[in-house]
């Protein structure tokens, strides 16, 4: 039995006939009839009777009637329930991220959430070192995941989990400052393509960045260091012997003024290839429906704009030609 068939039973226990519930619920009488035919067939007693020229309730009926009513409170509680937690700012949001756009973002956002005025989000934050295939999976433990991918690899599975974009975002060559090529405006793959390099483990963008430099110059990558946290690769890069593939928005904070790498270390464009990645947020469909998860990721897409915008006047990652 479906509650709505509880529901027509119900009216015509309090109005005495099928015209009355067909009038009441905006239905045809025809419709009536056929869902208490419906209903009767999922009973083994009668449930209503003819009295006269009108319908009423058996005494089984009344008692089905009379349970149906608790049925379709509960169901106005649950929607409401439901409701609330849609609409409830003040909930709680799990934001998982990888490593740079955890140190990117994580603070940033908590001091903007914490800055808003009430109603806000309470945000949980989680770091998650994964490959790119693995992103769209985590959305079943968090309710927005940071993700990325190389503009060619396969697009993420939209079936599964709805996509906010939030930057294309640039990998840079970083030379020690005083790098025979750090006099170049722009870096080519055959300029770099048999350097020494320090880069993530496979299944990452840097390493896919470097496979193509490989790729199209014909030369096996020299590769010293497997390293996934772009700070540890900038300080080898600092240290003098080994380049590296930075992403210009996220690895900022490792080059910002008063960071130990100021001045150490510079970033260099690579032309003739490319070297973007996508960073998007991925979240389970019915998680967007909650004012509170928009409302982060709202927050996240302004501070996106605010990392570019710094990257692109040279405030966070200097030197970028």
Not at 30 to 53: E, I, Y
């Amino acid at each position: 039995m479906e509650v709505h068939q509880l529901q027509i039973l119900r009216e015509l226990g309090e109005l005495g006939s099928v015209k009355a519930v067909a009038e009441t619920l905006l239905v045809t009488p025809s419709a009536v009839s056929q869902q208490l035919a419906l209903l009767q067939k999922s009973v083994q007693v009668p449930l209503t009777r003819k009295d006269g020229r009108n319908l009423v309730l058996t005494d089984a009926g009344a008692v089905l009637a009379k349970a149906g009513a608790g049925v379709v409170a509960a169901m106005a509680d649950a929607r409401a329930a439901i409701g609330a937690y849609h609409d409830d700012e003040n909930a709680e949001v799990s934001v998982c991220g990888f490593h740079s756009a955890g140190q990117a973002l994580f603070a940033p956002l908590a001091a903007a959430v914490d800055r808003s005025p009430e109603p806000k989000p309470r945000v949980l934050f989680a770091d998650e070192d994964v490959a790119q295939q693995d992103f769209p999976g985590l959305t079943a433990r968090y309710d927005v995941v940071l993700a990325h991918r190389m503009d060619h690899s396969p697009p993420w599975p939209t079936e599964q989990v709805a996509v906010i974009p939030l930057a294309n975002e640039p990998l840079d060559v970083a030379l020690p400052d005083g790098h025979r090529l750090a006099a170049k405006a722009h870096l080519t793959p055959a300029d770099v393509a048999t350097e020494r390099w320090v880069t993530s483990r496979p299944g990452y963008s840097p390493a896919d960045v470097l496979a193509a430099i490989s790729a199209v110059t014909s030369t096996p990558s020299n590769i010293a260091h497997r390293i996934n946290d772009y700070s540890t690769a900038a300080s080898l890069v600092a240290a003098g012997g080994v380049l590296a593939l930075l992403p210009r928005y996220t690895a900022g904070r490792a080059l910002a003024q008063g960071s130990p790498l100021q001045g150490t270390l510079v970033l260099r464009t690579l032309k003739g290839l490319n070297t973007r990645r996508r960073i998007d947020i991925l979240a389970r469909p019915e998680n967007l429906k909650r004012r509170s998860v928009m409302a982060v990721c709202e927050r996240l897409q302004a501070l996106m704009v605010e990392l570019e915008s710094k990257a692109i006047t040279g405030t966070v990652a200097p030197n970028i030609r």
